[in-house]
Nanobody, 126 residues
Framework: QEQLVESGGGLVQAGGSLRLSCAAS????????MGWFRQAPGKEREFVAG????????DYADSVKARFTISRDNAKNTVYLQMNSLKLEDTAVYYC???????????????????WGQGTQVTVSS
């Protein structure tokens, strides 16, 4: 069983930046593709960014391209989401998730992910 713990959320003004971290507890982190998702009140959980097990491939939702960057450090069992130029509509609970896969395809549907963190709140104010 993998445990994922997110951190780094908070309150930030529009145009500001935050970096989210997600630490995994298991020994097989390097064999997981990782994803970041978010869920705003009254909305479905949506894909934000994903990265393959090696970090060689990434994918982003159109709404965050050129503003967010996903990265990972397999030596630290951690995946990151650098969020720049934050907008009001980025306000949501952000979740990291692990997909047991060493393929190069990045899944954007929640159904493919095997483990989830508890989420961290990101609030962007005007």
């Amino acid at each position: 069983q993998e445990q994922l713990v997110e951190s780094g959320g908070g309150l930030v003004q529009a145009g500001g930046s935050l970096r989210l971290s997600c630490a995994a507890s298991g020994r097989t982190f390097s064999s997981y593709a990782m994803g970041w998702f978010r869920q705003a009140p009254g909305k479905e959980r949506e894909f934000v960014a994903g990265i393959t097990w090696s970090g060689g491939h990434t994918d982003y939702a159109d709404s965050v391209k050129a503003r967010f960057t996903i990265s990972r450090d397999n030596a630290k069992n951690t995946v990151y989401l650098q969020m720049n130029s934050l907008k009001l509509e980025d306000t949501a609970v952000y979740y990291c998730a692990a997909h047991v896969s060493i393929a190069i395809a990045i899944m954007t549907d929640t159904k493919w992910y095997d483990y989830w963190g508890q989420g961290t709140q990101v609030t962007v104010s005007s």
